[in-house]
């Protein structure tokens, strides 16, 4: 019964999303006899390598070693007039259910600089960090924590957003997004060649056991059935000059289910999940500097075998480009309080794009964890860009 | 030993020279005819070309059109204003594209069809070589800050 449910809401999924490009294609193609649009397509090939040194559990489960293709993306925009804008965004990962490879496939309408209304898949626009999800956009090569070690926002979501930018003063400009729709995931996500980042939770221990039971008895639906759950959320930001950004933003998701298994029984509960953080962008000629602190709640119904979690992320990031080629680059990220683990991880890597085409990143992070002895991981990326 | 090191002295002087010769300006900004800019300062140039500012003085739209990435005096244009090298800007517009930000200008394959794109648009502005007859637009004068 479960299996022919979960068909047909793969079935259905394909349909909707099927039907969306479709209705895209159309307009689309009507629109060519009428008027004259813009199209402007863009996308990249990431292969990467990966190392993990010495975490003992890990090289129990897993190999320490690999390289694959963790990304490949095509990105088109096609701007049918003045007011009406098609963007979709196509990303393969390894370790992404199929789904998710349309990451964004959505169309706006400009009334005017002031007011947009975006309807469709849309990366989330309330913390900027999201949009690292692609590979140019991160001068590094991991995800950032905020996309895969946290339950503070989803990726993305299907629904609408309302948008705008108002400039209060010469040199002072005021963006707002607010968005409300549903989304399938806000579990961590496994990410990169060996599938390690964004379970770094499971392996907080030196023990085996431990780490392959917390893999079998995932505590999240999500995997299972591709819910749906609504959200709501807002950010609203001030760019002072061109070099200076500021932005606060918030998220509430309801009803997120989670099983828990103890002494063989199995207990749901519907969790809330509510956050709030504020953001930081300040670049000057070829320095960039980034601060992102969040914090997040979640709230579920059944507090008897459900604990009630508190919780805050911070990221920062300097990058500095020499000799407009060469980027060596620091980020420093903290996760504290997230179900008893207590994470801090710094990275340090270098970036080198000699042409636009092709890029070079070399990057070690080394992982400090509470209860088991430090380790590093190692990274090579090419990223081919068109 | 004296005499090679003002040899490597001489070498490099005459390398930087014509590393600053090199990017000496060889473009000239055109605006439509139509438009009443007389001159423009170089942060603003780079600023309209790379949309972080969206309106002339007279609320009028700017409408950046750009060479193609392979034209020299693209390069020329994009060390002068940008202070950055082609490629630093593609992956700037990369970034704002993936963002959702904004696209990039119109590219153009030469001179006379910046001209051309510049005439048909009231709040255009472009750069074309500077050995282009500009009769049809309007040449404005580029001032330091």
Request: proline share 2%; net charge negative.
């Amino acid at each position: 019964m479960t299996n022919i449910r979960s068909v047909l809401l793969v079935k259905s999924f394909f349909f909707r999303e099927f039907l969306s490009f479709v209705l895209f294609l159309i307009m689309a193609t009507m629109h060519s006899h009428t008027q004259e649009k813009e199209v402007f397509v863009t996308g990249y090939l990431s292969l990467n390598a990966e190392y993990i040194n010495n975490n003992k559990v890990f090289n129990d489960l897993f190999d320490n070693n690999g390289i694959d293709i963790t990304e490949a993306s095509v990105l088109t925009t096609l701007k049918l007039n003045q007011k009406i804008s098609i963007f979709s965004v196509l990303t393969y990962k390894p370790n992404i259910d199929w789904h998710s490879v349309i990451a964004e496939l959505s169309g706006t309408y400009k009334f005017s600089d002031q007011l947009s209304l975006k309807a469709g898949r849309f990366l989330l626009p309330i913390n900027p960090i999201n949009a690292q999800y692609y590979a140019p956009m991160n001068v590094g090569i991991a995800l950032p924590s905020f996309i895969t070690n946290h339950k503070l926002f989803p990726l993305n979501m299907n629904g609408l957003n309302l948008l705008g930018n108002i400039q209060i003063a010469d040199d002072i400009g005021f963006n707002y997004d607010l968005i409300a729709g549903q989304y399938n995931k806000i579990e961590q996500s496994e990410d990169g060649v060996l599938g390690f980042f964004g379970r770094e939770g499971i392996f907080l221990t030196d023990s085996v056991d431990l780490a392959q039971k917390k893999i079998e008895n995932s505590d999240s639906l999500d995997q299972y059935e591709h819910p749906r759950f609504w959200g709501t959320g807002a950010r609203l930001s001030f760019d002072i000059g061109s070099r200076f950004n500021i932005g606060i933003g918030t998220f509430y998701g309801a009803e997120s289910k989670s099983v828990v298994t103890k002494n063989g029984n199995t207990y749901f509960s519907d969790i809330d999940n509510f956050s709030v953080g504020t953001d930081l962008l300040y670049d000057i000629y070829d320095l960039s500097l980034k601060a992102s602190l969040w914090f997040g709640n979640e709230l579920p119904d059944d507090t008897t075998h459900f604990q009630s979690k508190k919780y805050y992320i911070l990221t920062s990031e300097a990058a500095y480009t020499l000799w407009q080629e060469l980027t060596p680059y620091a980020k420093l990220e903290i996760i504290s309080g997230m179900a008893k683990e207590n994470r801090t991880r710094t990275i340090f890597g270098v970036n080198y794009r000699p042409f636009y085409e092709f890029t070079i990143k070399l990057e070690h992070i080394r992982y400090f964890q509470d209860q088991i002895d430090d380790f590093d991981v190692f990274q090579a990326s090419c990223v081919f860009s068109f | 030993m004296k005499k090679k090191v003002l040899h490597i002295v001489a070498f490099l002087t005459m390398y930087f020279a014509a590393c600053v010769i090199s990017y000496s300006q060889d473009f000239k900004v055109i605006v439509n005819i139509d438009s009443q800019i007389e001159s423009i300062t170089i942060g603003n140039i780079s600023d309209y070309f790379l949309k972080k500012k969206l309106y002339w003085n007279n609320d009028m739209k700017i409408v950046p059109v750009d060479q193609i990435v392979n034209s020299k005096v693209r390069e020329s244009f994009t060390k002068i204003i940008h202070e950055k090298s082609v490629a630093q800007i593609r992956a700037f517009w990369q970034q704002s594209v993936f963002s959702g930000k904004a696209v990039p200008p119109v590219e153009k394959a030469s001179d006379q069809e910046v001209i051309d794109f510049v005439m048909q648009h009231k709040g255009a502005i472009g750069y074309v070589s500077s050995d282009a007859n500009t009769s049809d637009v309007r040449e404005i004068k580029i001032v330091k800050e």
